[in-house]
């Protein structure tokens, strides 16, 4: 474990070898470095894949003011294919 420390200290840009380190100033370091790259990552992980988008009504409809006519017609022809074959895959009607 302190083999791995020591390289990871030694490979931190702009730490200068020349500084003598004690054991517990080497590990108090690697263990805020590691804990640092830690916290980076599970920051990139959660906005990345985690986090969902907020939906809302008045969203959704400033969405839809936003298309063109044609692009309303085809998302209201869309959604009512869509209603349709939920029907019939389920019996309703």
Known sequence: MLRCCVFVVASVPGYPSSYPVSGICLL???TYYSQFLMALCTW???NTFVKLA?????????MYSLLSTQEKKDFLESISLAKAKIRSDFGLA
Not at 54 to 62: F, H, N
């Open 54 to 62: 907020t939906v809302s009504v008045p969203k959704l409809t400033y």
């Open 44 to 46: 990139v992980h959660y």
């Open 28 to 30: 108090l370091f690697t």
